[in-house]
């Protein structure tokens, strides 16, 4: 991940995205006051779980920042199922809630001291808290497992359920990487938190139409953008920019790293509180 990260930045791309790879030990009760009704949750045949797992992928993109819309052909994609994919592992099943859904392969291990199989969660979608938790609690109770794997958000809910988030160890990747190719266009597309008014120069060697100096002014939500001659108030490559453009990587975090230098006190802030996201960003395809 990291040499690719290095040959998109390059170009401009920035990490706007990560995934979280969670081991997490099976028959772990959850923390107080956490419930969960794992009764809601039942197991569907591939052929009767795509539709309906479809439908709720589709409802829970419209409203998480960074997840991709995915065609017929996306589809296929994700849920090949095959003996090379499958390695070693059953074929895919799905678990489904009202309100959410996982896919996921097990794999069965036996050991002098009895079964340690382990379950590899394909995709983990969830439209509620309650289905968050009755999800999680219907896998952490399979059988003859005693280990699960996941690649899921930074944010996940999963180890804040568990009675110590310690049990849940986390290495965290890049996903998604993220090129501005039109400043101008670009940045008005999303919306923003705080009001703020910056101006922004730029350095982009790659697509120089981008470069230079750039008026920001959020008002309501909506950002305008002009070109302007005016004092820099901060400055930053277009790769930090397209990190930060989702609301994951914040400015500030750049900043202290010296990738985004600021000339007017306070200017980093503003930007940076007014971009980020009410959730770490969600992106399950990697790039």
Known sequence: MGLGS?????????????????????????????????????????????????????????????????????????????????????????????????????????????????LDVHEFIATTPQATASLWRYLLDVDLVSTIQYEGDPDDPLALLLPDTRVALRKRFHALHIRLVDVAAGLPLRQYLTPVDVVVEIDDPFCPWNAGRWHLVVDGGRMTVASTDAAPDLELDVRDLGAAYLGGTRLSALAAAGLVREHTAGAVAALSNAMLADREPSCREVF
Do not use: C
Request: no cysteine; aromatic share 12%; proline share 6%.
């Open 6 to 118: 290095a040959i998109y930045g390059r170009f401009g791309f920035g990490v706007a995205t990560e995934l979280t790879h969670y081991t997490v030990p099976t028959k772990i009760a959850f923390r107080p006051g956490a419930t969960a009704d794992s009764s809601a949750v039942r197991e569907l045949p591939r052929d009767e779980a795509m539709p309906v797992i479809r439908a709720l992928y589709e409802r829970y993109a419209e409203g998480r920042v960074g997840t991709l819309s995915r065609l017929d052909g996306n589809w296929g994609y994700h849920y090949h199922d095959t003996a090379r994919t499958q390695a070693g592992r059953t074929p895919l099943r799905f678990a489904v809630h009202p309100e959410g859904y996982v896919a996921y392969r097990a794999q069965h291990v036996w050991t002098d001291n009895g079964p340690r199989g382990r």
